[in-house]
């Protein structure tokens, strides 16, 4: 029990708080368990002294040591209002105090404003995004080069102009907080340039010894472009070997490719010609073990509709 004045706050023991004035402890907690032994029903308090029902006298002290200028404003109703306006107004301004204060950065119009950039209209780019190893074409909407917006490439045959949870929520990494945007090295901030330095020491070594113990961890790549210059490198380090790994792999349709046609092979599916779809343990409208799982979800439903107005 804290025990303030104007000036220095002191504390007072607990050996020191004495019972209500004309009433013993243990007559306190007889009346206490007979009242319990009478309820019914679930029943809540704060304390003791609520339970009990003789809790207004002692809350009135404890306003009065607790708060010895406002106890006044619990009493009243109308003060106690607007003293629970200022407390409330008093933590919103200490919360808005304790956030982090951005530093001042000046912001100037463009020198040379791009010709095609006009403040508020959007401009759209198409790009692909990598899943799995293959590409989802996509549309994505800028607003001063800023993208917005993510949706299917119409004009792509894989989609026809739709798109999956994976690509709609990838907006969100461009504007993660947590997204490194410095070098580190064992957790420390290091310049860019030392980068570059480390890493043409260790091309030096590795090329002295023909890659051996170098090796490149990738997930499924499908890009010829990236192929072949992973090959590249293979050639110019033979002893260096090249892993791909993916969470969840396409291990047993490549294998049955394999076995069937004497090579690894993708199988593209018509799901607009099939009159009966037997499908046994694979979903082949998600998920990464059907590329192009975005055009074959179009394609099943077009079979589902039916023609005319019946």
Known sequence: MAKTSDANPTLI???????????????????????L??????????????LSGKHETAFGEL????????????TDPVSRRNFLKLAGASMALAGLAGCTKQPLEQIFPYVRQPEDLVPGKPIFYATAMPLAGYAHPLLVETHEYRPTKVEGNREHPCSLGATDIFAQASI??????????????????????????????????????????????????????????????????????????????????????????????????????????????????????????????????SRRKTPGKG
């Open 37 to 50: 032994a009478q309820a019914t029903g679930p029943k809540y308090w704060r304390t003791l002294e609520e």
């Open 63 to 74: 306003l009065e040591r607790e708060f010895p200028r406002q106890h006044s404003e619990w």
């Open 172 to 301: 969100y990494n461009l504007y993660d907080p947590d997204r490194s945007n410095v070098v580190t090295y064992k957790s420390e901030v290091a310049p860019y340039g030392k980068f570059v330095i480390e890493m043409q020491k260790r091309v030096a070594y590795h090329r002295a010894n023909g890659g051996a113990g170098l090796r490149f961890l990738s997930g499924t790549v499908t890009s010829p472009t990236l192929g072949s210059q992973m090959k590249a490198i293979q050639q110019l380090l033979p002893q260096s070997k090249w892993h791909r790994w993916e969470p969840a792999h396409r291990d047993g349709i490549r294998g049955g490719s394999k076995l069937a046609f004497g090579a690894y092979y993708d199988p593209q599916y018509r799901f607009d010609v099939a009159d009966v779809v037997v499908s046994l343990d694979g979903d082949f409208l998600s998920g990464i073990w059907f590329p192009g799982f975005v055009r074959y979800a179009r394609d099943f439903m």
């Open 13 to 35: 023991p607990a050996s020191e708080i004495k019972p209500a004035p004309g009433r013993s402890e243990a007559k306190t907690l007889a009346e206490v368990r007979e009242k």
